[in-house]
């Protein structure tokens, strides 16, 4: 399971970071090195865009895993390096934006967009298998998600935009109910795709959502 | 109109209904025209509920017009755009101006229209906003809520049957039927006999069955239709005989293969009646009827 990122233009984080003369940057050792997106290699491309642009950069680290509480320990040995800059520019997913905020009084900047969480099925191809809703029925559909697999989240069997056992929005994606439908007809078990689903309930977890469980 | 949709779909005889699509902007003197032509030819008028995900007046301003001009209208309703607070708002508004008709559809993916950053909704589907107007005319909303005053509708639903493959949409048909739906109106078909083994799957079931008639206006049209709309198939003796038509009458040959395919709908008594579609050039409906064999229907 992985963060799945998509690093924003450099016009974007040209305008995030206007007016912050001196930035340091840093990347994640996990999720973000993974995609490519904030990596090591990643990181000093960036540091060599920000310079082209004239900004000087202070320092930079790539931290093992942005956002776990090592990270607090990473941002204290580059202390020096962090303290003299503007800001922080930060190549994680937004979970390690946030960590590295709530640690350093600085402004922190991301210089990626957080997509989903996704899952590897082969080398280099992740999809998003789990929306985090709170009521799961994958016991009813075979396995497969209908809420992040059918891009509308249908319940109750498909619409009328598929074809061919593709999707509406894109010939390329499978139609999620013609996966079910597929695999529980294998199983012997269609009659679990005629029983009536009823809506999700939207509040299972009041947003913003936390829980404590010690 | 002397006669709900109700009471048409109840009376036994075929049943015609047509639709219009509601402009985009405030200009209604085409849509008003449309209905002008369509109130008393036909049993009920849908109007789409931004159709293909492009923003426009919306349906149940277009069924309030229908019923100042004294039609029957039909309410389009999608689940794209609405969350079950809106949805059901809206069923309290439509029963209270004498709406009584409603189709419910889950509605066309947003990347598709012209909005294309919009929000999809689809909190309910299809089969949950069926049972949501049962609900609502047994007095309660979906929080649980006793309505001061419920609604009372004929709902109807939508079938593909050239669908491929077609057992997962027959699975939901049935689950729309067991959610209380009244009337199909099916995605266009064509091939009549591929039709005629979907209504002979059909019939078991206490549902009445509109075939989908969509106007083909050219051989180019049908040819698109096959590449680009899913769960349509117009065969290529059709295509064929469009493109036989000289320059710039493909358009009759069209009103035509309509009126002739209605007329063996009804005359085999295949299905309980049609929906006709001619985005856009609703004022040939006369012509299609007509082209059918038949006048004055309503």
Same mark, same amino acid.
Request: glycine letters at 10%; hydrophobic letters at 40%.
């Given at each position: 399971?992985?963060?799945?990122?998509?690093?924003?233009?450099?016009?974007?984080?040209?305008?995030?970071?206007?007016?912050?003369?001196?930035?340091?940057?840093?990347?994640?050792?996990?999720?973000?090195?993974?995609?490519?997106?904030?990596?090591?290699?990643?990181?000093?491309?960036?540091?060599?865009?920000?310079?082209?642009?004239?900004?000087?950069?202070?320092?930079?680290?790539?931290?093992?895993?942005?956002?776990?509480?090592?990270?607090?320990?990473?941002?204290?040995?580059?202390?020096?390096?962090?303290?003299?800059?503007?800001?922080?520019?930060?190549?994680?997913?937004?979970?390690?934006?946030?960590?590295?905020?709530?640690?350093?009084?600085?402004?922190?900047?991301?210089?990626?967009?957080?997509?989903?969480?996704?899952?590897?099925?082969?080398?280099?191809?992740?999809?998003?298998?789990?929306?985090?809703?709170?009521?799961?029925?994958?016991?009813?559909?075979?396995?497969?998600?209908?809420?992040?697999?059918?891009?509308?989240?249908?319940?109750?069997?498909?619409?009328?935009?598929?074809?061919?056992?593709?999707?509406?929005?894109?010939?390329?994606?499978?139609?999620?109910?013609?996966?079910?439908?597929?695999?529980?007809?294998?199983?012997?078990?269609?009659?679990?795709?005629?029983?009536?689903?009823?809506?999700?309930?939207?509040?299972?977890?009041?947003?913003?959502?936390?829980?404590?469980?010690? | 109109m002397a006669q709900s949709f109700k009471e048409a779909l109840n009376s036994?005889?075929?049943i015609?209904s047509?639709?219009?699509?509601?402009?985009?902007?405030?200009?209604?003197?085409?849509?008003?025209?449309?209905?002008?032509?369509?109130k008393?030819?036909v049993d009920g008028i849908n109007v789409?509920?931004?159709?293909?995900?492009?923003?426009?007046?919306?349906s149940i301003?277009g069924c309030l017009e229908i019923k100042e001009h004294g039609g029957e209208p039909i309410l389009q309703m999608?689940?794209?755009?609405?969350?079950?607070?809106?949805?059901?708002?809206e069923l309290l508004l439509a029963h209270t101006r004498g709406i009584r008709n409603v189709l419910c559809?889950?509605?066309?993916?947003?990347?598709?229209?012209?909005?294309?950053?919009?929000?999809?909704?689809?909190?309910?589907?299809?089969?949950?906003?069926l049972?949501?107007i049962r609900?609502m005319e047994?007095?309660?909303?979906?929080?649980?809520?006793?309505?001061?005053g419920a609604v009372e509708f004929c709902a109807g639903a939508?079938?593909?049957?050239?669908?491929?493959?077609?057992?997962?949409?027959?699975?939901?048909?049935?689950?729309?039927?067991?959610?209380g739906a009244e009337f199909?109106q099916?995605?266009?078909?064509?091939?009549?006999?591929?039709?005629? $083994?979907? =209504?002979?799957?059909?019939?078991?079931?206490?549902?009445k069955?509109?075939?989908? %008639?969509?106007? &083909?206006? /050219? #051989?180019?049209?049908? $040819?698109? =239709?096959?590449?680009?709309?899913?769960?349509?198939?117009?065969?290529?003796?059709? %295509?064929?005989? &469009?493109? /036989? #038509?000289?320059?710039?009458?493909?358009?009759?040959?069209?009103?035509?293969?309509?009126?002739?395919?209605?007329?063996?709908?009804?005359?085999?008594?295949?299905?309980?009646?049609?929906?006709?579609?001619?985005?856009?050039?609703?004022?040939?409906?006369?012509?299609?009827?007509?082209?059918?064999?038949?006048?004055?229907?309503a």
């Amino acid at each position: 399971m992985k963060s799945i990122t998509r690093q924003k233009s450099l016009d974007d984080v040209e305008q995030q970071i206007e007016g912050l003369e001196r930035v340091y940057i840093i990347g994640c050792g996990t999720c973000a090195t993974m995609t490519n997106t904030g990596g090591r290699e990643q990181v000093l491309d960036m540091k060599e865009r920000l310079q082209e642009l004239g900004k000087v950069v202070t320092g930079w680290t790539v931290i093992p895993t942005a956002c776990d509480e090592m990270t607090e320990v990473s941002l204290q040995e580059n202390n020096g390096a962090i303290q003299s800059a503007d800001c922080l520019l930060v190549m994680s997913c937004a979970l390690g934006v946030q960590k590295v905020g709530a640690y350093n009084g600085k402004p922190v900047i991301p210089a990626l967009d957080t997509l989903f969480i996704g899952v590897e099925d082969e080398p280099g191809y992740f999809h998003e298998a789990c929306d985090q809703c709170g009521q799961c029925v994958l016991g009813y559909t075979a396995g497969i998600c209908p809420i992040t697999a059918c891009h509308k989240g249908l319940l109750n069997g498909p619409c009328g935009g598929t074809n061919n056992g593709k999707c509406e929005v894109d010939k390329e994606k499978d139609c999620a109910w013609t996966l079910i439908y597929n695999r529980l007809k294998e199983q012997g078990r269609l009659e679990l795709m005629k029983k009536y689903q009823p809506p999700k309930n939207s509040q299972v977890v009041l947003r913003p959502r936390a829980t404590r469980i010690l | 109109m002397a006669q709900s949709f109700k009471e048409a779909l109840n009376s036994g005889k075929f049943i015609i209904s047509s639709e219009i699509g509601p402009p985009k902007g405030t200009n209604l003197e085409k849509m008003r025209h449309h209905i002008d032509i369509l109130k008393d030819l036909v049993d009920g008028i849908n109007v789409t509920d931004h159709q293909s995900s492009v923003m426009r007046f919306p349906s149940i301003g277009g069924c309030l017009e229908i019923k100042e001009h004294g039609g029957e209208p039909i309410l389009q309703m999608t689940c794209r755009d609405r969350n079950q607070m809106a949805l059901q708002a809206e069923l309290l508004l439509a029963h209270t101006r004498g709406i009584r008709n409603v189709l419910c559809l889950t509605g066309d993916a947003i990347p598709i229209g012209d909005h294309k950053e919009a929000k999809g909704v689809f909190e309910l589907d299809s089969v949950q906003l069926l049972r949501t107007i049962r609900l609502m005319e047994s007095g309660k909303d979906m929080g649980g809520n006793d309505l001061d005053g419920a609604v009372e509708f004929c709902a109807g639903a939508i079938v593909t049957p050239e669908a491929n493959p077609i057992e997962p949409q027959l699975i939901k048909f049935e689950k729309k039927i067991e959610a209380g739906a009244e009337f199909i109106q099916t995605q266009a078909i064509y091939d009549l006999e591929n039709f005629g $083994k979907f =209504m002979d799957y059909a019939r078991q079931f206490p549902i009445k069955i509109l075939a989908g %008639i969509v106007l &083909l206006v /050219s #051989a180019r049209m049908a $040819k698109y =239709m096959n590449e680009n709309v899913p769960g349509i198939f117009v065969p290529q003796n059709l %295509i064929d005989e &469009l493109a /036989s #038509a000289p320059k710039g009458e493909a358009i009759n040959k069209g009103i035509e293969i309509a009126g002739r395919m209605i007329a063996t709908l009804k005359n085999d008594s295949i299905c309980d009646g049609v929906h006709i579609m001619a985005i856009g050039r609703e004022e040939v409906v006369p012509d299609i009827l007509a082209a059918a064999g038949i006048n004055g229907h309503a």
